[in-house]
């Protein structure tokens, strides 16, 4: 029985993880001409191999992969198909003609497959959106255009939330496929993207949380949730630059009691260019930042540079120690609501350290700048 059971075991303990990929297949009256396959890391295309496509037009490509990704086989950057293909797939790709992506067949590779779908759906609607604008054009200067042109934009308006419709339906159903980031950037030309508004941040997010459990050293997830985290920084700017623009000033400013007891306000700086930094004593990456702060505002507080520092410590005590302590010499202020408070609804804090950069005007023009993007800022508005 012993013996049984070891030669059964054998095989398995025998087997490795195939790290290769293996592209072949066929494309018609092609005999000679170069077939390139790049990966597509973050953007950027790196080729990987060229093949000659041999007699009746087969072609095959065999790669060592380190793990799942996006490539492109193709004639030339404009004549390409992507592809998604994960370590150990043997995909087989038969294709219609030399405009590769118009017609072919695939298998082998799922990941792909849900590529394919997502840019023959999209082909389809950047083609209607085209033929709806050559409609347009061509009856600009004809009779009864006023009425034809309201038909035109209602046809056009609802293709694109038909395509928009799709992407979060093609997003919400493959949350853990890769093909999801591709969902997530699509566009109609190279300007503008099929999910373009600020709530599209949410499927953004849906998909980043996903994909980091499923695949946590892509590089492809990684620059995701660098994009996402980008996204949320420069939404929750405007939202601010929003409520400072329609809300009145004494909505937003802020007055707290400083280490003496007396109430400091920050709209009793203005005319300054002024840092609004959120921080606590109980915070290490606060206390850090603080000792840089220092520097910078050593060199430029004479030149009408102030700081308004507002920190979530709920012990006064300790506050004030820690401000005597690292002898802070800007604007102290401290908000014992935390995380309850006001402050932290308003400027939606939702982790420390956090600042925004206010101008002389009083308008704010950047938030979170950090160590050398804060020196950066400073030098562009002082001129060292």
Same mark, same amino acid.
């Given at each position: 029985m012993r013996l049984l059971y070891l030669l059964v075991l054998i095989p398995f303990l025998g087997c490795t993880h195939n790290p290769t990929i293996t592209i072949k297949g066929t494309v018609p009256d092609a005999e000679g001409q170069i077939l390139t396959l790049k990966n597509i890391v973050i953007n950027q295309p790196v080729v990987l191999d060229s093949v000659s496509i041999g007699k009746n037009g087969n072609f095959r490509f065999k790669q060592e992969v380190s793990g799942a990704g996006f490539y492109q086989l193709g004639f030339s950057d404009n004549n390409f198909i992507s592809l998604l293909l994960e370590p150990g797939e043997t995909v087989s790709i038969r294709f219609a003609d030399h405009n590769l992506a118009e017609a072919y067949s695939l298998t082998g590779s799922a990941g792909s497959q849900l590529i394919q779908q997502l840019d023959i759906h999209l082909r389809n609607t950047v083609s209607r959106m085209d033929s709806i604008t050559k409609v347009y054009k061509e009856n600009m200067d004809e009779p009864g255009f006023d009425s034809l042109s309201v038909e035109l934009n209602d046809f056009y308006t609802k293709i694109l939330k038909d395509q928009r419709n799709y992407s979060i339906g093609f997003i919400i159903e493959h949350l853990t496929s890769l093909a999801s980031i591709k969902a997530l950037y699509q566009k109609y030309d190279p300007q503008t993207y099929v999910l373009n508004?600020?709530? *599209?941040?949410?499927?953004?997010?849906?998909? +980043?949380?996903?994909?980091?459990?499923?695949?946590?050293? &892509?590089? *492809?997830?990684? +620059?995701?949730?660098? *994009? @996402?985290?980008?996204?949320?920084? %420069?939404? $929750?700017?405007?939202?601010?630059?929003?409520?400072? $623009?329609?809300?009145?000033?004494?909505?937003?400013?802020?007055?707290l009691p400083g280490p003496e007891g007396d109430t400091i306000s920050l709209s009793s700086?203005?005319?300054?260019?002024? @840092?609004?930094?959120?921080?606590?004593?109980?915070?290490?990456?606060?206390? +850090?930042? $603080? @000792?840089?702060?220092?520097?910078?505002?050593?060199?430029?507080?004479?030149?009408?540079?102030?700081?308004?520092?507002?920190?979530?410590? %709920?012990?006064?005590?300790?506050?004030?120690?820690?401000?005597?302590?690292?002898?802070?010499?800007?604007i102290s202020v401290v908000d014992t609501s935390y995380p309850n408070s006001k402050t932290v609804q308003i400027? %939606?804090?939702?982790?420390?350290?956090? $600042?925004?950069?206010?101008?002389?005007?009083? &308008?704010?023009? +950047?938030?979170?700048?950090?160590?050398?993007?804060?020196?950066?800022?400073?030098?562009?508005?002082?001129?060292y």
């Open positions: 508004d600020a709530k *599209d941040l949410q499927y953004m997010k849906l998909v +980043a949380d996903s994909l980091t459990i499923r695949y946590p050293d &892509s590089k *492809d997830v990684m +620059a995701l949730k660098t *994009d @996402l985290e980008k996204g949320l920084s %420069n939404y $929750n700017l405007s939202r601010v630059k929003k409520l400072v $623009n329609t809300a009145k000033e004494s909505k937003l400013d802020i007055s700086i203005k005319g300054k260019y002024v @840092l609004l930094s959120f921080w606590a004593s109980w915070n290490k990456e606060s206390i +850090a930042e $603080n @000792l840089d702060l220092k520097q910078i505002y050593s060199k430029y507080k004479s030149r009408g540079f102030e700081i308004y520092q507002v920190s979530f410590d %709920n012990n006064q005590e300790a506050w004030k120690k820690a401000i005597r302590f690292d002898e802070l010499p800007w400027y %939606n804090v939702t982790n420390i350290p956090s $600042n925004y950069f206010i101008e002389k005007d009083g &308008s704010i023009s +950047a938030r979170d700048l950090h160590g050398k993007a804060l020196r950066i800022k400073l030098q562009q508005v002082f001129g």
